[in-house]
């Protein structure tokens, strides 16, 4: 039988590692603003792999209510690790793991699998940066604003469900942060309306996670514009209607 080529045996090894599901038991749960609830977990069985770039994120498996012996797998973004545990914020909506992050208690178990890669892009960034996210994309966002080198220039868009769900982040000094409650606008209009508006300079990063059609507009319009190696949008959820309405789009 031949070899399996040390490189292609490296990736899959990476890729049983992150797909490896570990317990984890409940240590805290609050709401840091009225639509995030943030959840501290205590990793049972430390993992030591570490994405080098900012943004990384889990998989939280819970069982399914109606079948306990299946299981779901939800993307969530590592907003801290330090010392065996792992702090993610989640958005508060009617969702599964939404569920059951507000129900949680100290205590409570479940698994997680990861942490995987987020950002995915040269880093630390080589020019300015745009980056943009609604509240599911936040956590990323903290992350990769607190990890940028101090001397970088550029603009984030946050879109959050209302003025209260503003968090002060820590961010370089030329890095400018602009909050955009959403109200009752749909999800993605004020986001994708800001960033297709905002200044562009051609050796710009542009990183954004929103709600995917959102998040397809705003590829397609900076795909159009900047080479594809400077731009990475993600769908980090999707509406029941699976849409944003069309004049959220860029034109
Ligand atoms: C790489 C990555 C990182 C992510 N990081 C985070 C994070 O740090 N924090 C976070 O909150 N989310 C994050 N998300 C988004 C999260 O995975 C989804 O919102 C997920 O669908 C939530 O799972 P659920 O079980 O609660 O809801 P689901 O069972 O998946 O969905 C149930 C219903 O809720 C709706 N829904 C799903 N998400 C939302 C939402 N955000 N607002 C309103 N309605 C919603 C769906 O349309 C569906 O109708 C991330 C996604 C990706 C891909």
Known sequence: MRETPPAIADHLDRVRRANRRRPVAVVEAFDLTPNMRRLVLDELEPDTDAPPRPAGWIKLHLADPGDGRRSHGRAYTVRERVGGRIVIDMVRHGGLCAGWAQRARTGDRAEISGVRDGFRLDWPPAGEVLLGADETG???????????PPATRGTAWLEVPEEADVQPLDAPPGVTIHFLPRGAAPPGRRLTRALATAPLSPDATVWVAAERTAALDLRAHFEARLPLTQVRTA???????????DDARPS
């Open 138 to 148: 936040l956590p990323a966002i903290a992350g990769i604003l607190a990890a940028l």
């Open 235 to 245: 769908g980090y959820w999707r509406t029941a209607s699976g849409s944003v309405s």
